[in-house]
C-alpha cells in the first residue's frame, strides 16, 4: 500500500510517498516538486552580486547563506594570492550576528512545529499561546542581531574581509540588554531553571530537574514511549567551524577530520533534490551533530542510551539555545571596537578565482561554492543542511531521515520524525 502525505509546517513544500508492508513503513520517497533557480540567477552576475541573492535562498536562514557567500569570496581571494585578513572584531560580530540567528531558528521550531504536533499526538491539547512565545523570543533576539547587520532577514552588511558597521559602546550595551531579556524568557519559560544550570547537566537521570516547556516535552516522550523512535544510522558531521563549534565526523562516537573533496552529489530523477553524501555514506548535519563533534557531556550520554533518536535529537537542538545564549554574552564582552570593521583594499580587483564558504546554518553545515571568471560567476553551487538529512539514499543505504522513519506504523508519528531534522525545502530548491 503507498500513502502519499503533503508535510504542511515546513518552509516551502514537500511530499511524502510511504510505501507500508505488514502494517508497517517499508519505504519513502520524498519529492520536492519545483525549482526556483537561484543558482542559475546568478550566472554571469558579478561576483559581489551573490552578497545579496543568496540571502534570498531563505528567508529563515538568510544570514548564513550571507555569512557562507562572504567567506566563499574570501577564500577564492586568498587562493588568488590577495593579502588580507578578517580582524577579530568583524570575525566577533559576524559570529555574534549569526548566533542570533541559530537561536531565533531554535525557538521557533520548538514552538511552531516539535510542540503542536507532539500535543496532537499524544491527546495533550493546551490553552497555551505558542505562537506568541515563538514570537517573542524570536523577535527580541532579532533585534540584537539587527544593531550590527541592520535588517533581518536579508541583510548584506558583511562584506569580503570585514563588515560594514562600526558599533558603538552604546550599541553593545543595548545588545547586552536584549541578550540577558532573551535569557530571562528562555529561563522562566522554555527551561525552567537557570542557564548555567542546564549547562550543567550531563547524564540523562538529571532530565527531571528541566522544568518549563522543555521539560513537558522531555516528559511527554517518556511518558508516551517516544523516546526510542526516530533511530538513522548514528553518523554525525559537521564542516564548519568557529570559536564555538569544531568540525570533524563521528562514527558512531570515534571522532575523525573531514575535507570536503570527499562530498559526492547525486542527482535524482523525481525530485529538484541531490543526495549528498560523504565517502559515500549518509551522514546526519544539524544540533546532535555539532553536540557529538564537540562531546558535550549530555549529548553524549543521551546518545549512549537513546542513540540518535527522536528524543536526543529534539534535546540537542534546545540544549544549543542555552550554549548559544551564553556564547552570544562572551562574543559581547570580547567585542573590540577599536580594532577596524574591514581590512580589505576595495580598489583591488580580482577577476578569476574559485572560493569555498562554510558556516554552520540552524540545521546544519552550509556550503557555498563559486568559480569566477572575468569578473562575473560561472558557476555557484550551494549545498544546504535538508540535502543531508533527506538525502533519498539508494539500494545500498537509506537517505538519514528516511532510515529514521522505516518501521513505524503510524504516519503521524513518521511525519513527527520528519520534522526534527526541521525541514527546509526552500533552501532544497533553490
Not at 505488514?22 to 543558482?39: A, C, L, V
Not at 548566533?99 to 531565533?104: N, V
Not at 510542540?115 to 540584537?144: G, V
Request: glycine share 6%.
Amino acid at each position: 500500500m503507498i500513502v502519499k502525505k503533503i508535510i504542511e509546517k515546513i518552509e516551502g513544500e514537500t511530499e511524502l510517498d510511504f510505501t507500508f508492508r505488514n502494517k508497517r513503513i517499508e519505504d519513502i520517497k520524498i519529492n520536492y516538486g519545483f525549482s526556483r533557480g537561484i543558482e542559475n540567477i546568478l550566472i554571469n552576475k558579478s561576483a559581489m552580486d551573490a552578497l545579496v541573492i543568496t540571502p534570498r535562498v531563505c528567508g529563515i536562514c538568510n544570514h548564513a547563506h550571507l555569512i557562507a557567500s562572504v567567506k566563499a569570496l574570501e577564500n577564492g581571494y586568498l587562493k588568488a594570492g590577495i593579502e588580507a585578513r578578517l580582524t577579530e572584531k568583524a570575525k566577533d560580530i559576524r559570529e555574534f550576528t549569526l548566533t542570533c540567528e541559530l537561536i531565533q531558528n531554535h525557538i521557533k521550531w520548538l514552538y511552531l512545529t516539535i510542540i503542536p504536533q507532539l500535543e496532537k499526538i499524544t491527546l495533550t491539547k493546551t490553552n497555551e499561546n505558542h505562537a506568541l512565545k515563538a514570537s517573542y523570543l524570536a523577535s527580541t533576539i532579532t533585534k540584537a542581531l539587527a544593531i550590527f547587520a541592520g535588517q533581518w532577514p536579508h541583510s548584506s552588511y558583511a562584506i569580503p574581509f570585514g563588515v560594514t558597521c562600526d558599533p558603538t559602546y552604546v550599541d553593545i550595551i543595548q545588545a547586552e540588554n536584549i541578550i540577558d531579556e532573551t535569557i530571562k524568557f528562555f529561563e522562566q519559560i522554555v527551561i525552567g531553571m537557570k542557564l548555567d544550570k542546564i549547562l550543567e547537566i550531563s547524564s540523562v537521570v538529571e532530565l527531571p530537574k528541566i522544568g518549563g516547556d522543555f521539560g513537558r516535552v522531555i516528559q511527554l516522550l517518556i511518558s508516551n514511549n517516544m523516546t526510542d523512535i526516530g533511530k538513522s544510522h548514528s553518523r554525525f558531521i559537521v564542516f564548519g567551524d568557529s570559536s564555538l563549534f569544531k568540525k570533524g565526523k563521528s562514527i558512531p562516537t570515534q571522532i575523525s577530520n573531514v575535507d570536503i573533496r570527499f562530498i559526492k552529489e547525486h542527482s535524482h530523477l523525481n525530485t529538484v533534490a541531490k543526495d549528498i553524501v560523504y565517502k559515500n555514506k549518509h551522514y546526519e548535519v544539524g544540533s546532535l551533530a555539532r553536540g557529538m563533534i564537540n562531546k558535550q557531556p549530555i549529548i553524549k550520554n543521551l546518545h549512549k542510551r537513546y542513540k540518535d533518536s527522536f528524543l536526543t535529537r529534539i534535546f540537542a537542538r534546545v540544549y544549543e539555545i542555552g550554549i548559544l545564549l551564553n556564547h552570544s554574552k562572551k562574543l559581547l564582552s570580547n567585542l573590540d571596537i577599536n580594532q577596524p570593521s574591514c581590512s580589505f583594499n576595495s580598489n583591488i580587483k580580482i577577476d578569476n578565482f574559485n572560493g569555498v564558504g562554510i558556516v554552520e546554518a540552524a540545521r546544519g553545515s552550509l556550503i557555498h561554492k563559486t568559480k569566477v571568471e572575468n569578473g562575473l560567476i560561472k558557476e555557484y553551487k550551494i549545498i544546504v543542511p535538508t540535502q543531508w538529512n533527506l538525502s533519498q539514499g539508494d539500494k545500498n543505504e537509506q537517505g538519514v531521515a528516511i532510515k529514521a522513519m522505516i518501521g513505524l506504523k503510524d504516519i503521524e508519528k513518521a511525519t513527527f520524525v520528519f520534522r526534527s531534522f526541521d525541514v527546509c525545502s526552500v533552501c532544497i530548491i533553490k
